[in-house]
């Protein structure tokens, strides 16, 4: 199977990485000849295409990765064919926007963290295709509904945030004395450790931190200024804000 990369960028870089640690033979993928394509091709064996037309022609799965606005006109025109699968990875740009016909279509969610092989990566529709490619770049999850995925979608916004916050952690942790080296893993290995234990166990999430707070402790006391602060509901407000950014409400 060739897989194709149609806008290679910063995610498009990702996933490369992501392929490659999952033992996929550069010369099986084809790139798009702008933005990191020359560079990645030249240092990793990867396919160059003369343009779209011959990408498509090359391709069995091509991944469209170009930014949101520029996704119904990247794909108009191509020689798009029977048997073919495209996965868009453009957020907010919907199924009805991508004339591919008559190859199949699938939108798709990866992070940034398909180049260690850690992307909890949405898709919608469930295409056999689709799902061998993106498993490559960590968990898939299908989702039955494309205004599942939408929802489903705001997480990619929440893993930036999450970032973020480690960030912060990390930031405010060294300003008070602690080796920011130290300050940085310890950080972002407590999110890994909090979000690896909801993965892992099926107690109702309420019960676990039920469990986890102690009245009177370190976790209430700050549960306490944040919800002062009104974070939760901000946080609400954040997510809804994403999501109908994404549907254009
Ligand atoms: N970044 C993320 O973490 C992330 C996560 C999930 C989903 N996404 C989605 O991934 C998509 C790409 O995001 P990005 O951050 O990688 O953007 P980016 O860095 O701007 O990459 C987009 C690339 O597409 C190229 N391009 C634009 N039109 C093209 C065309 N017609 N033919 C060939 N190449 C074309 C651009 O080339 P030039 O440089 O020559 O303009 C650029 O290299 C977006 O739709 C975004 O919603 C991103």
């Known amino acids: ?19 490659l640690r999952s033992g996929l033979d550069p010369a099986a993928i084809v790139l798009s000849p702008r933005g990191k394509a020359t560079a990645l091709s030249a240092r990793h064996g990867f396919q160059l295409a003369a343009d779209n037309r011959d990408l498509v022609e090359r391709s069995d799965v091509v991944l469209l990765s170009v930014r949101p606005a ?6 108009a025109g191509l020689p798009w064919r029977m048997g073919q699968t495209v996965v868009s990875v453009c957020a907010g740009v919907p199924l009805s926007r991508l004339d591919v016909a008559p190859a199949r279509i699938v939108r798709a969610m990866p992070f ?19 799902r061998a490619v993106l498993d490559r770049l960590g968990p898939s999850i299908a989702l039955p509904t494309e205004k599942d995925f939408e929802v489903a979608t705001v997480s990619a916004a929440v893993y930036g945030w999450a970032q973020d916050l480690i ?25 890994v450790a909090a979000g690896q234990l909801i993965a892992e166990k099926d107690e ?36 809804g804000a994403v999501l109908d950014k994404l549907t254009g409400a």
């Open 1 to 19: 199977m060739i897989i194709g990369i149609l806008g290679v960028g910063h995610l498009a870089a990702s996933m490369l990485a992501g392929f």
């Open 204 to 239: 109702p999430m309420d019960q676990m931190l039920e469990e986890l707070v102690t009245p009177g402790g370190i976790t209430e006391r700050g549960l306490q200024v944040l919800l002062a602060r009104d974070v939760p509901a901000a946080w609400e407000e954040a997510c």
């Open 112 to 130: 940034t963290a398909s180049e260690i092989a850690a992307s909890p990566t949405v898709y919608f529709p469930d295409l056999g295709e689709a």
């Open 70 to 75: 520029h996704a119904p006109e990247a794909v």
């Open 167 to 191: 960030r912060k952690t990390a930031e405010w942790s060294s300003a008070e004395g602690l080796d920011p080296t130290i300050a940085r893993r310890l950080a972002a290995m407590t999110f």
